[in-house]
């Protein structure tokens, strides 16, 4: 059994509640235990900077009290822990997963405005938390509950050919392993190719798109090679599409049971903590839950130089 908890960040809203119940599947799928923390906003007249004499009581915390009242239906739950803090959630979420095997937030609590896809403390706790974390968007078209888990629909993941992300592969391989399910993995290449020229210059040589095709299969599948061999049970499909990155993974995910992602490593001319614009346009759309997988602590503790995102 892991010792590292599975955390769902609640706030009473019914995109939490689906949220709950991801992250009380994932928690069984790994025998791990559930935390379940609520982050009460400071008041508009309170001063941030001002701390309370103490954290407040998970005992009188009605989000809190809701949120057992709706495991309580549940049989064989894990070891739960109900954790209530005060502030700012933006930054006291990615510390709740500072030492989590996961972090699992709806894609919108109660605040902002009801247009709005995403909100900001799933923003921030994707890009800041030093755990994966999972991010479960509202049905479309629905008002309520979200189909469960263990559809038998594939993982998703992406794959940048050129800037392979171990971290967000080694987290996809396991994910299929733990469900059961096959992977299918999305390497895109750019296609148009987009060339510029300065008056008088001659054009480039004309480019095969199958050769291009053919040169993005060959890195992808040298850089899965290692990840198939550790995880023979699982059944993985590679998929070299032209075009957008980010189009192709959310089309996927319209039959995915999670969308696998990763968050930038820090780079030479951008230090802090990043995500990039596929990521981005991933957790906006997706229609399935989307994982955004931090990088390895070697890979992100020193910036690299910056290279252009396709």
Not at 167 to 195: D, K, M, S
Not at 218 to 224: K, R, S, V, W, Y
Not at 237 to 265: F, I, K, M, N, Y
Not at 274 to 300: I, K, W, Y
Request: net charge negative; glycine share 8%.
């Amino acid at each position: 059994m892991s010792t590292q908890p599975v955390v769902a960040a609640v706030d009473g809203s019914e995109d939490s509640l689906r949220a709950l119940e991801w992250a009380l599947d994932a928690a069984r799928r790994r025998e791990a235990p559930l935390r379940v923390v609520h982050v009460r906003q400071y008041a508009p007249w309170a001063q941030p900077e001002v701390l309370a004499a103490g954290p407040p009581d998970p005992g009188e915390d009605p989000v809190l009290d809701q949120v057992r009242g709706h495991l309580a239906k549940e049989a064989a739950l894990p070891a739960v822990e109900y954790v209530a803090l005060e502030g700012a959630p933006g930054a006291l979420l990615p510390e709740a997963g500072a030492t989590a095997r996961l972090l699992v937030l709806g894609s919108r609590g109660r605040g902002g405005f009801a247009s709005l896809l995403l909100g900001s403390n799933s923003l921030s706790a994707a890009r800041d938390a030093e755990c994966p974390v999972v991010v479960v968007p509202r049905p479309r078209g629905e008002d309520g509950g979200g189909a469960p888990s263990g559809s038998g629909r594939p993982v998703v993941v992406g794959l940048h050919a050129d800037s392979p992300d171990e971290a967000t592969l080694a987290f996809a391989f396991a994910e299929a392993a733990l469900r059961g399910v096959r992977l299918r993995i999305v390497a895109a290449y750019p296609w148009p190719l987009q060339t510029w020229m300065l008056p008088g210059e001659m054009p480039p040589p004309e480019i095969d798109q199958d050769a291009v095709e053919h040169e993005t299969r060959t890195l992808a599948e040298g850089f899965l090679a290692a990840h198939r061999e550790r995880h023979p049970q699982v059944t993985a499909e590679t998929d070299v599409l032209p075009g957008d990155a980010a189009g192709h993974l959310v089309e996927a995910s319209q039959d995915a049971e999670l969308v696998v992602v990763g968050r930038h490593r820090r780079r030479l001319l951008a230090p802090a903590r990043m995500m990039g614009s596929v990521t981005q346009a991933v957790l906006l759309h997706a229609a399935s839950p989307v994982v955004v997988v931090p990088p390895n602590p070697a890979e992100d503790a020193e910036p690299r130089a910056v290279t252009p995102e396709r």
